[in-house]
């Protein structure tokens, strides 16, 4: 009865691969987003999605690229991977004003 | 990216004893959010706050909306050592943009 879940839970990978993160929430949800996690705990949000539609695309490289292939889904493909990029990616979905999250996908690029 | 003010940033504190924590902002905002987050794991939402004023508890927990719009407030009473972790609020401006603004958290931990 999982609400919102991501898959893989961690991901190592080396530099320039590219790799692709997976979420799903069966809270029918019309908008999901994809939020970064840093070293130092901050949450910045990355893309949102409305009903299969883009609505947030904040200041991001052009490396990371969502998909949304209905509203139930929302994946996160990234290129040409960074050392930078290391850090927790994690799904959430709303409903009227309240937001819920996934576990998170540590990723690490060594 | 922009990001709402929290303080304390961490706190120890004994078993049994309250907490308070806030969250402030140069905005207004329309609802606040508050989170608990486990290590390894995705925040919690813990409460939710839609109107300025507003007194909101989940068991132990209380927040309150503050009445500028530009604040929030949680609070811990009798705090346990599961409370341990870190504790987010989120604001959003109005109910059509969708995004959030998270708050740079509140390290929460309890001396048993």
Not at chain 2, 58 to 85: E, H
């Amino acid at each position: 009865d999982t609400a919102v879940s991501q898959t893989p839970k961690y991901l190592v990978t080396q530099m320039g691969n590219d790799k692709s993160i997976k979420c799903e929430q069966n809270l029918g949800h019309d908008t999901m987003y994809w939020y970064k996690q840093d070293s130092k705990k901050f949450l910045k949000i990355m893309f949102s999605y409305n009903n299969k539609e883009l609505i947030i695309n904040e200041t991001v490289p052009n490396r990371f690229s969502p998909k949304s292939p209905d509203k139930a889904h929302l994946n996160l493909h990234i290129n040409s991977l960074e050392l930078g990029d290391s850090a927790v990616y994690f799904c959430a979905s709303s409903v009227s004003r309240e937001q819920y999250f996934g576990p998170g996908t540590r990723l690490t690029v060594t | 990216g922009q990001q709402l003010n929290q303080s304390p940033q961490s706190m120890f504190i004994q078993e049994g004893e309250d907490v308070s924590m806030n969250c402030t902002s140069s905005s207004i905002f329309n609802t606040w959010l508050w989170y608990k987050q486990d290590p390894g794991e995705g925040p919690v939402l813990l409460i939710a706050l839609y109107k300025a004023g507003e007194l909101t508890s989940n068991g132990r927990l209380t927040a309150q909306f503050g009445i500028t719009r530009k604040d929030s407030f949680l609070n811990i009473s009798a705090s346990i050592p599961s409370d341990v972790g870190i504790y987010f609020c989120a604001g959003q401006r109005s109910s059509g943009t969708y995004k959030y603004i998270f708050g740079t958290g509140t390290r929460l931990k309890v001396l048993a």
